[in-house]
T-cell receptor, first 113, second 110 residues
Framework: ETGVTQSPTHLIKTRGQQVTLRCSSQSGHNTVSWYQQALGQGPQFIFQYYREEENGRGNFPPRFSGLQFPNYSSELNVNALELDDSALYLC????????????FGPGTRLTVL | RKEVEQDPGPFNVPEGATVAFNCTYSNSASQSFFWYRQDCRKEPKLLMSVYSSGNEDGRFTAQLNRASQYISLLIRDSKLSDSATYLCVVHREGYSTLTFGKGTMLLVSP
């Protein structure tokens, strides 16, 4: 196991609602990256947080936002949910912002109805 | 053109077969290369890194051709437990993101 945890494991929401997903990074890691994986696709980079600051963002709209806390845990917030937001949301923790060594959590499966 | 492209799947093979997965990447600035394995409804897990000289880990062999921007994974003597989706991943030095291919599903049957 990687020591990266995510909550909740599953979530069902309706269109227009807002959701918050949580990630606890591996001990000693200061960086959390978030990825969205739609069914049948590879994970797509949403953004990364390094020492509580956003450090890099993929091609996702502003309704996807995040936070990182002093203990390096992180939240992903999605506002105005759309059906296409249904996916597995993965967080990955790492030591350093530009490292290729990232440890993935088990993911949160979000279904938007 | 997608930054990382993989063979479309699924690949259906019998136990004991040898199977090869191919991957191409478009950004020549890519520096690090990996194969990840993802079981159904689970998170991706690092299978192996890929080095220019080629590298082997038991039944798994990975190759990288920087000139052709091509990566491969060979699995020999397939086991039922090898059934999974295999993701080709690249990383550019100095960037925060890993870039994943779509994945190729492997189904090994008895």
């Amino acid at each position: 196991e990687t020591g990266v945890t995510q909550s909740p494991t599953h979530l069902i929401k309706t269109r227009g609602q807002q959701v918050t997903l949580r990630c606890s990074s591996q001990s000693g890691h200061n960086t959390v990256s978030w990825y969205q994986q739609a069914l049948g696709q590879g994970p797509q980079f949403i953004f990364q947080y390094y020492r509580e600051e956003e450090n890099g963002r993929g091609n996702f709209p502003p309704r996807f936002s995040g936070l990182q806390f002093p203990n390096y845990s992180s939240e992903l917030n999605v506002n105005a949910l759309e059906l296409d937001d249904s996916a597995l949301y993965l967080c990955a923790s790492s030591l350093g912002s530009a490292t290729d060594t990232q440890y993935f959590g088990p993911g949160t499966r979000l279904t938007v109805l | 053109r997608k930054e990382v492209e993989q063979d479309p799947g699924p690949f259906n093979v019998p136990e004991g077969a040898t199977v090869a997965f191919n991957c191409t990447y478009s950004n020549s600035a890519s520096q690090s290369f990996f194969w990840y394995r993802q079981d159904c409804r689970k998170e991706p897990k690092l299978l192996m890194s890929v080095y220019s000289s080629g590298n082997e880990d038991g039944r798994f062999t990975a190759q990288l051709n920087r000139a052709s921007q091509y990566i491969s994974l060979l699995i020999r003597d397939s086991k039922l437990s090898d059934s999974a989706t295999y993701l080709c991943v690249v990383h550019r030095e100095g960037y925060s993101t890993l870039t994943f291919g779509k994945g190729t599903m492997l189904l090994v049957s008895p």
